[in-house]
T-cell receptor, first 111, second 116 residues
Framework: QKEVEQDPGPLSVPEGAIVSLNCTYS??????FMWYRQYSRKGPELLMY????GNKEDGRFTAQVDKSSKYISLFIRDSQPSDSATYLC???????????FGAGTRLFVKA | SAVISQKPSRDICQRGTSLTIQCQVD?????MFWYRQQPGQSLTLIAT?????????ESGFVIDKFPISRPNLTFSTLTVSNMSPEDSSIYLC?????????????FGPGTRLLVL
């Protein structure tokens, strides 16, 4: 079993839709949870960051962490074609910088 | 956030040769990380490069195959040695956030390697 599971998609939605991206994990020691966005032929860029449980909102993006279920989510409201990218979840514990990444979900937002 | 650049951005190499990838960070960082990203797969950590000490390699990666240099706090190189087609991948360097902000990593644009 992988430490982090993420559905690779692809996920195709119409412009304006609400997008839900999810990851599950097995290591209860994870405390830091990140979402990265990776455009084609680019490196990953940090999108959202959450420590421990709870919600965090930034503009159209909301990150949720449910540690009891070992489940994290990223919601994108009013999705735009420019949101078309691969979204990678990532997480680590407090013991250092070793970060475990999900496989990434490819998202296509159709105009 | 730190600005990270990599050279070359892409290369096509012959089997059996070696390629050195350079990574430059615009500010001083203690740790730098090298990742491999194969098509449709997650990022896999190759090694952690600390200035002034030997790199720490993850399981499945060895120094003879992926020698790393870290001559100062803003620069690192990764060499892919004796390449085979299985080494075709995207290689990414990464560094932690330098000042303020969350304790997480920022990435360079990647080096796209094709081995024939």
């Amino acid at each position: 079993q992988k430490e982090v599971e993420q559905d690779p998609g692809p996920l195709s939605v119409p412009e304006g839709a609400i997008v839900s991206l999810n990851c599950t994990y097995s290591n209860s020691a994870f405390q830091y949870f990140m979402w990265y966005r990776q455009y084609s032929r680019k490196g990953p860029e940090l999108l959202m960051y959450t420590y421990s449980s709870g919600n965090k909102e930034d503009g159209r993006f909301t990150a949720q962490v449910d540690k009891s279920s070992k489940y994290i989510s990223l919601f994108i409201r009013d999705s735009q074609p420019s949101d078309s990218a691969t979204y990678l979840c990532a997480m680590r514990d407090t013991g250092g910088f070793k970060t475990i990444f999900g496989a990434g979900t490819r998202l296509f937002v159709k105009a | 956030s730190a600005v990270i650049s990599q050279k070359p951005s892409r290369d096509i190499c012959q089997r059996g040769t070696s390629l050195t990838i350079q990574c430059q960070v615009d500010s001083q960082v203690t740790m730098m990380f090298w990742y491999r990203q194969q098509p449709g797969q997650s990022l896999t950590l190759i090694a952690t490069a600390n200035q002034g000490s030997e790199a720490t390699y993850e399981s499945g990666f060895v120094i003879d195959k992926f020698p790393i240099s870290r001559p100062n706090l803003t620069f690192s190189t990764l060499t892919v040695s004796n390449m085979s087609p299985e080494d075709s991948s995207i290689y990414l360097c990464s560094a932690p956030q330098v000042a303020g902000g969350p304790e997480t990593q920022y990435f360079g644009p990647g080096t796209r390697l094709l081995v024939l």
